[in-house]
Structure formats: C-alpha cells, structure tokens
C-alpha cells in the first residue's frame, strides 16, 4: 500500500504499464497502450495496486520473506539428509534437534508444510516445538494446522497438543485475536472435520461471542437439485416398489411324429408404486457443532440448552431474548460490584 502524498512515481508507472502489456499479450495478444508514463496519467485502479519500494513496510516485508526463503532451504535439507526415506532412528533423531534450532516465528508455518508428510516422530516433533515456542504465533499455527491441516492424523495431534498447551499456561479461556480468527474462519468451512474442530476449539475456549456462529452451522445444506419437473423425463432418480409374480403368458406349439407339445411362454408382472425424484435437498446434521453448541452454552448460561434440540428458529429466539439479556444483566452487575 502507497502511504505517500505524492502520485506514484515514474519508475513504477513504467513498471505497471510492462506488466499490464505482458499479460495482455499472455491473454490472447491484446494490447495495453498509455500515451504518457507520468505519475499522473496513472490510472487509479493501476495506482493503488502498486506498492512503493520505500515504503518501510514493503522493505520489512521483503527482508523477511529473503530471510523465510533462506530458513526454508535449510530446512528441506535437513529433511532430504536426516528423515525423508530415512530409517535409521540415530539419523531421524538427528534431524529432530536440528528442527528445534528454527525458532523465528516467520518460519512457524513452513516447519508444518515442509514435514506434514513425514512420520508421527516427526510431526509430533515440529507441534510440540511449537507448542514449547509459548507466544502467539506459534499456538496460531497449532490452530490453524488443528482445523485446517491437510494431513487427518496432524490435526487430530495438533489439537491435542494445542489443548495441552493452553492448560499446561492456564490460558483455557485467553484465546487471542488471531486464534478466534481461526476457529471463525473453520465454522464457516464446509468441511465436516475442520467444522467439528473449530466447535471443539471454540468451547475448548469458552468463545461465547461464537455462540451464533455455532447456531448457524450445527446444520449445513439445503442444498437443491432439480432434475426437470415437467414431462420431459428428467429426473433424479425413479424408485420402484412393488411385488413381481410370473406368470405364462404365451404357450407355442411343438409338433413332432406322433406327438404334440406346448413350450410356455413365462412372464413377470409387477405391481407396486413408482415415485418419481424431480428435485432433491441435502441437509447436514453435525453433532459433535450440535454438542459443542449445548454444552458452550448451558456453561455460559447457567442452564441446559439441550431443550431447543435442532431447532434453528428456538436457539436464535433464545438467543436474542434470553441470552443476550442475561450477559447484559451479568455485565451491569459486574459494573456495580466494582473490583474487589
């Protein structure tokens, strides 16, 4: 972002109108002409998407990602000499102190994407490294790989770790910024896993402010399919049930010397019902969102919720007329009682 007054300068107007002009070519030979490079004569949307190499944001930025790229080398040499395809446990164990040696929080996120693919030694390895780090970041990232992982088996392990973590700190209810931002971003996920880890998360750490984000995705769906509706035929789907009974519908003649003979002619009827699938909706039931929404609540509440069961429209109701109320009523009381 240009932080300056001052239009951008020559340099980058002259660098943005080659860029444009290669991608224009790349797409289909199409052509990009400007009649003057001053600052000026920028366009604006062309202005705004130009950073200011003085910028000392921009050079922060780049002088970390030199020194990101640099750790990264390192650290993919590590795991090509001492753990990937490496079976000799002196060796791999070799690796593992090496990898505890990164402790700069810009390489936090690589120590995950470089060996989530290696053994359980070596991803319990890099989480508990994270977790022994004790700042922000690196419990973000524990988060992060918790919901959003690729590997099943490195997040069920990050959420344990994770969960260890903040008890072993007596940090249960602390959530920072960034780790509620993590856990919001997996309840809007559509994946099933990642939904039912941020629930857990997020009554791990009594969000209550996530509250109605839980409400919203204990159930997912309605998703319609429609396959025609009218005469045409299309349809999703044609389901039958009925009886089938055989049945000789038809005897032919067998004539032979001194003899006569009948071959039956065995048919099958079938009587039943036929429906017909035009237009088909998918609701998703997610218990372990559903349970994390009852048990986070009835804590925060002082009650059971588990009455409102399933029903959207009762825990919205619940909310706005009970819930909120109740958290307002325990604030001003909270006010008047003043610090002890």
């Known amino acids: 972002m240009n932080t300056h007054a001052k239009p951008p300068s020559l340099t980058n107007a002259v660098a943005a109108a080659c860029l444009l002009l290669l991608v224009g070519r790349a797409m289909g030979q199409a052509e990009v002409k400007f009649e003057s490079t001053t600052g000026d004569d920028v366009p604006g949307w062309v202005a705004v998407q130009i950073q200011n190499p003085d910028d000392p944001r921009v050079q922060e930025y780049a002088r970390r990602q030199k020194i990101k790229r640099e750790l990264e080398k390192e650290l993919y040499k590590i795991r090509y000499q001492y753990i990937h395809n490496i079976r000799k446990t002196e060796l791999r164990q070799a690796g593992i102190a090496k990898i505890r040696g990164y402790t700069q929080p810009l390489i936090y996120d690589s120590l995950v994407s470089i060996f989530e693919k290696e053994g359980a030694d070596v991803r319990k390895a890099v989480l508990e490294h994270l977790a022994e780090q004790k700042n922000d970041e690196a419990d973000t990232v524990l988060a992060w790989v918790a919901v959003f992982g690729k590997q ?14 903040m008890k072993d700190a007596d940090l249960p209810t602390a959530a920072s910024y960034r780790i509620k931002s993590v856990i919001a971003e997996g309840l809007r996920s559509r994946d099933s896993e990642s939904l039912a880890t941020a629930a857990g998360l997020a009554q791990q750490f009594k969000l209550i402010e996530a509250i109605p984000m839980l409400i919203n995705a204990q159930i997912q769906g309605q998703t319609v399919q429609t396959g025609g509706g009218g005469d045409d035929g299309r349809s999703l789907a044609w389901i ?44 998703t039931y997610h218990i372990e969102v559903h349970n994390a929404l009852v048990g986070l609540s009835s804590e925060a509440w002082g009650q059971p919720t ?11 109701k619940w909310y706005k007329e009970e819930f909120v109320p109740f958290l307002s009523a325990k604030e001003k009381a909270a006010a008047s009682a003043g610090p002890r």
Do not use: C, H, Y
């Open 152 to 165: 099943k088996e490195m997040r069920s392990e990050a959420a344990v770790v994770l969960g260890r973590r």
């Open 240 to 283: 039958m049930v009925g009886t089938q009974q055989a049945f000789v519908s038809d005897l032919t003649p067998v004539v032979g010397d001194s003899a006569v003979a009948f071959d039956p002619t065995v048919s099958v009827i079938t009587s039943g019902t036929v429906l017909r699938i035009v237009d088909a909706a998918v609701i």
């Open 306 to 316: 588990n009455r409102l069961g399933w029903d959207q429209a009762a825990w919205r």
